[in-house]
């Protein structure tokens, strides 16, 4: 079946329209990424469970080799299996291929429900209920948050904001539009694919022997998949602010010191843009790390600026489906 522009075009308005109204629809069917994390938890423990951190070279290497076959495996599992099912539902019905299509590549976005985790941090933060912020908060972020002030309850939220943004939002579009133009059904794939690389990071990806190991694959394949959209939405969010200049040299500036090559760019510049510092002393299962700070520490974090960083995000989204549309169109 020959790729068609206008069905990728409408999977693409169609998925971000579920994304948008009423986020992953999954419900009680089980959700994508929650399969790939169940993957990679069995996997894990297959290969972990009960294993001291490798003193050996040869117990290095055998969890290293692990942890290749598991990016591999889970990455080009993933495209392939959202690639056949939707292919097969469109060899059945094309009405039915185009619906599955569309959910599955939806759940590949996260313009909603980084809005609604945010929220949900907000509201009982500005009703003064910190304990329940706090509980909240703790869903979405790594660092502990027992004890979290209420600027640092707002830094959270918009770090989270500001690195899911690239994540979870503008990098599994990249992805899908790039699959679009590629071949038959391969918006789907490659955005899944993606999510792969970007699961297999943020579960076992840079963390203590032996799971640091396991994970160092994933996670460097997710840096460079994540490398270029990254880039891109600096240049989208500071076109948005209208001074792309002063934001894209504020990250060349500021965003390689943190360890890693694209969230310190993302929280750089919406940082510049919004005219707060990120960054700062975070603990995490008690152990105090400091984050490279970055951003003109001008105005305090405010849930006015977690909320304009929402809508930095969902105006980027916007402009790369816009743009998305027109190279499928051009092609």
């Known amino acids: ?60 290497i055998f969890l290293y080799s692990s942890g290749v076959f598991l990016t591999v495996a889970l990455v080009v599992g993933s495209a392939w299996v959202g690639w056949s099912l939707v292919a097969v539902s469109h060899a059945y019905h094309p009405l039915l291929g185009m619906a599955i299509e569309s959910i599955l590549l939806a759940s590949c976005f996260a313009t909603h429900s980084l809005r609604r985790a945010a929220e949900e941090v ?16 703790g869903i979405y972020v790594g ?13 959270a939220v918009l770090e989270t904001v500001a690195e899911n943004t ?43 022997p032996p799971v640091r190991e396991l994970g160092w ?11 270029l959209p ?22 060349q500036k500021e965003g390689h010191l943190d360890p890693s090559p694209n969230s310190g760019w993302s929280e750089c510049a ?15 299962g008690g152990v105090v790390k400091e984050k490279p700070r970055v951003g003109p520490p001008i105005d305090p974090i405010t849930d006015e ?3 304009a960083a929402i809508r930095l995000m969902r105006w980027s989204f916007l402009l790369w489906l816009a743009a998305a549309i027109f190279l499928i169109l051009a092609t």
């Open 143 to 155: 660092r502990d948050t027992e004890n979290l002030s209420e600027p640092e309850i707002y830094r």
């Open 166 to 208: 690239v994540d979870a939002v503008t990098s599994p579009l990249f992805y899908a539009a790039v699959g679009s133009l590629l071949f038959p059904f391969g918006g789907v794939a490659l955005a899944l694919g993606f999510k792969a690389a970007s699961t297999l990071d943020s579960m076992i990806g840079y963390k203590k």
């Open 230 to 251: 990254c880039r891109l939405t600096v240049v989208t969010l500071g076109l948005l602010a209208r001074s792309p200049v002063r934001v894209w040299l504020a990250c």
């Open 122 to 137: 907000l509201q009982p933060l500005l009703a003064g209920d910190f304990a329940t912020a706090r509980s909240h908060l």
């Open 305 to 307: 600026k977690v909320y």
């Open 1 to 60: 079946m020959e790729l068609s522009g206008d069905r990728a075009i409408i999977v693409l308005l169609l998925a971000a329209f579920i994304d948008f109204l009423i986020g992953d629809p999954w419900w009680r069917i089980p959700h994508p990424v929650q399969m790939m994390g169940w993957v990679i938890s069995r996997y894990q423990q297959l290969v972990v469970a009960n294993r001291e951190p490798p003193q050996k070279l040869t117990s290095a």
């Open 270 to 284: 919406y940082a510049t843009i919004l005219d707060v510092q990120l960054g700062g002393i975070n603990t995490y």
């Open 217 to 227: 694959c994933g996670a460097r394949l997710d840096d460079v998949l994540t490398w």
